[in-house]
């Protein structure tokens, strides 16, 4: 992490979890409806808010805070200066225990939009006022993580509170035991979505903030936003560091697990595969396996359990298949041609907690791009 307070920089670390980011996202948009939630936007009038919604004024009597129900399952609160009446804070959360509202962000959902997921999109943990905790108990057993980041060009800060129930605490305690906080931004999951004015959040949390590594400004995309906003996604900035493997196993090697049948049929290969000890996000042997001319099957093994997995590649049997893989991160991409389509297609995979995440899928040419290597196709 880099810290800066005020002209004064230091380093430092985030003392919780160390959660990935994987995916650096620019997206060009109409500044029309930009930072808004439900329709309010940060600086607007906050007297002006409907005057049958409950207002209760602040502790230091600065501040009026208005809780408004709109019609699609969000609540909403948004708090103003007394005074200049201008909105300082608005926060969203789900009327309803279950998901599928509008996390009010693209396409973020309250309930069902990881942890994972929200830093994969924005490509780092984001940045920790260090007067507030990054993650706090609920008074319910569980534990909220908040993910915050500036938005770029203005005087706003966006954050993204996720929560993990204490029952999702428990399962990952009785699988994981220590290593249970490696495992957890795959299961917290978005609870409420935050923008707030950075001048605001200083005087309530502290002026020294604290950035990750690799942290940059997102750029806001309303839930709002017409269909087909173009996305610019740089495959270039999509690095093996980060996603860093959770450890590096170096015990004995267990024979192999089959939960796909279809990996039985090459029991004697994949066994030999597993045999030469993991090379690929810290326990797992990669095994690629012919088919025919041009054609290839792939599984990953897992070392420490056995378990075979298959490669979730879109063709059952992929033509031309390249994979870029290291030890020592969860990143795997994957490079094959799509046979009716006619095209070389390049996946980004991660594996969490034994599960595939598929985190961007492009089309990078012809099927004849698929005779250069995936490195090669990178640097293109």
């Known amino acids: 992490m880099r810290s800066k307070s005020l002209g004064s920089v230091k380093r430092a670390c985030l003392t919780f979890v160390t959660l990935a980011a994987c995916v650096g996202v620019s997206v060009s948009l109409c500044p029309a409806h930009s930072q808004t939630i439900a329709g309010h936007a940060i600086g607007e009038d906050g007297s002006k808010l409907e005057a049958d919604q409950r207002a209760s004024p602040n502790l230091t009597t600065e501040y009026t805070t208005v809780e408004l129900s709109i019609p ?3 609540d909403v609160t948004a708090t103003y200066q007394n005074g200049s009446n201008k909105i300082i804070r608005i926060e969203a959360t789900p009327r309803l225990p279950e998901p599928g509202a509008s996390g009010q962000f693209g396409n973020f959902v309250f309930g069902k939009t990881s942890l994972s997921e929200i830093r994969s999109r924005f490509g780092s943990k984001g940045l920790l006022f260090t007067g507030v905790a990054p993650a706090t108990a609920t008074p319910d057993g569980g534990v909220t ?8 060009g203005t005087n706003i800060i966006a954050s993204f509170v996720s929560k993990i129930s204490a029952a999702s605490l428990g399962d990952l305690n009785r699988r994981f035991g220590e290593d249970m906080y490696g495992h957890i931004e795959s299961v917290a999951m978005l609870e409420s979505t935050v923008v707030a004015d950075i001048d605001y959040l200083k ?7 604290v950035y990750d590594v690799g942290y940059a400004p997102i750029v ?4 709002m936003s017409p269909v087909g906003v173009a996305r610019g996604i740089s495959l270039a900035r999509i690095s093996p560091s980060q996603l860093p493997a959770h450890r590096i196993y170096k015990g004995p090697i267990n024979a192999p697990y089959f939960t796909d049948a279809s990996a039985r049929n090459f029991q004697t290969r994949i066994a030999e595969g597993m045999a030469g000890g993991p090379v690929f996000a810290g326990e797992y042997a990669v095994i690629q396996v012919g088919c025919g001319t041009g054609c290839s099957i792939a599984y990953v093994a897992s070392v420490r359990t056995g378990e075979v997995s298959r490669i979730p590649i879109d063709d059952e049997a992929a033509q031309y298949l390249d994979l870029k ?3 020592d991160s969860r990143l795997l991409v994957t490079q094959s ?21 598929s985190l961007l899928e492009r089309d990078i040419g012809p099927t004849e791009s698929c005779y250069n290597s995936i490195a090669q196709n990178l640097r293109n």
Do not use: P
């Open 203 to 209: 005087l309530t949390r502290g002026h020294e903030l």
């Open 220 to 223: 806001w995309e309303d839930a």
């Open 337 to 357: 041609a799509r046979g009716e389509a006619l095209k070389c297609h390049m996946q980004f995979l991660t594996m969490d907690d034994g599960e595939w995440i």
């Open 325 to 327: 893989y290291q030890i």
């Open 145 to 152: 993580i908040v993910s915050s980041y500036e938005v770029q």
């Open 72 to 74: 699609n399952g969000i």
